[in-house]
Every structure is written in structure tokens, then in C-alpha cells.
């Protein structure tokens, strides 16, 4: 695989080309691609191509592209298309970004909370006491308001209810 024409096929943002490309990278060029995925990869506005080169760089699995894929999913560009890019992260040690994931699984849709559930999961490394603190102060207020919630919703229920008990 030519990668003059995969860069030239991001820059024109052919989706197809884009996809057919990546599937013919070799193991061998894998140091000369992963620069230039991740450069498209920041740079696209493309959700179709951000997630086709967030997939080839999780499975070529260099540890490179872990913090700009951090970035990437705390930009707000992003939002409502993180699930992908939280995906690829997967097979990689992402301890360090732990407020992050943390953060994502409180305020995203299903697919980013299922994500984010499942880096939590595989989670091996030491986190630094602030970073474990904070993260657990977030998650426990996230859980007092959906109690607080949970209350209002009954409260209301029950006075739906009792309102077709007097008519």
C-alpha cells in the first residue's frame, strides 16, 4: 500500500478509499503509517474516517496513539462520537487517563458509558491517590444526584397516580 495515497485520500476525505487503503497496510509499514494516521486522526472533522483511523491504529496497537485519542475524546468535536475512539483504546493500559474515562462513563451515551465501563475494568495500573480521590468524589456525586432524581420521578409518579383518583 501506497501511503501517499492513503494521505492523499484523507485529505480529500473519501471515506471509501480511506477504509480500502487501511486494509491493505502491511505489518511492515506499520512505523511508517501510524504518524500519519494519527495526524488525520486529529485533524478530520469526519466522524467516519476519525473512527476508520481509530480502528486501524488499535489494531496495528501502537501505544503512540493512546494520548491523542485522549485528546481527541475530550474535545468537544467529538461529542456524541466517542464510543469508537474509547473502543480503540482498549487493548492499551489507559490507567493514567483514569479522570477521563471516569468522566466519560458519568456524561456519555450508552455506547461511551458501556465503553468506558470496560477500560475501567481492565485497569491494572497504580493511579495516583488525588487522581483515585477525585474520581471517586465524581462517580459518588453522580450517584447522590440519580438518588435525588430517583425521589423527584417517585414523587411525581405518585402524583400522577393520585391525580386519576380524583376524577
Known amino acids: 500500500m ?3 495515497l492513503l494521505e492523499n485520500a484523507l485529505e480529500k476525505n473519501n471515506v471509501e478509499e480511506v477504509e480500502r487503503l487501511i486494509t491493505e497496510i502491511s505489518s511492515h509499514q506499520h512505523n511508517e503509517v501510524v504518524p500519519v494516521l494519527i495526524k488525520h486522526i486529529t485533524l478530520t472533522e469526519k466522524p467516519g474516517i476519525r473512527n476508520a483511523l481509530a480502528i486501524a491504529l488499535r489494531d496495528i496497537g501502537n501505544e503512540k496513539m493512546v494520548s491523542p485519542l485522549i485528546d481527541l475524546i475530550n474535545d468537544p468535536k467529538t461529542l456524541g462520537s466517542r464510543g469508537t475512539l474509547l473502543y480503540a483504546l482498549e487493548p492499551f493500559n489507559c490507567t493514567e487517563h483514569l479522570e477521563t474515562i471516569v468522566q466519560q462513563f458519568l456524561t456519555g451515551n450508552f455506547e461511551v458509558q458501556a465503553m468506558a465501563y470496560q477500560l475501567l475494568e481492565s485497569m491494572n495500573g497504580k493511579v495516583p491517590a488525588d487522581v483515585l480521590l477525585k474520581s471517586l468524589q465524581k462517580v459518588k456525586e453522580q450517584l447522590n444526584e440519580i438518588e435525588r432524581q ?13 391525580m386519576n383518583e380524583t376524577y
Open 2 to 4: 501506497n501511503i501517499n
Open 150 to 162: 430517583q425521589e423527584l420521578h417517585t414523587d411525581v409518579l405518585d402524583f400522577l397516580f393520585n
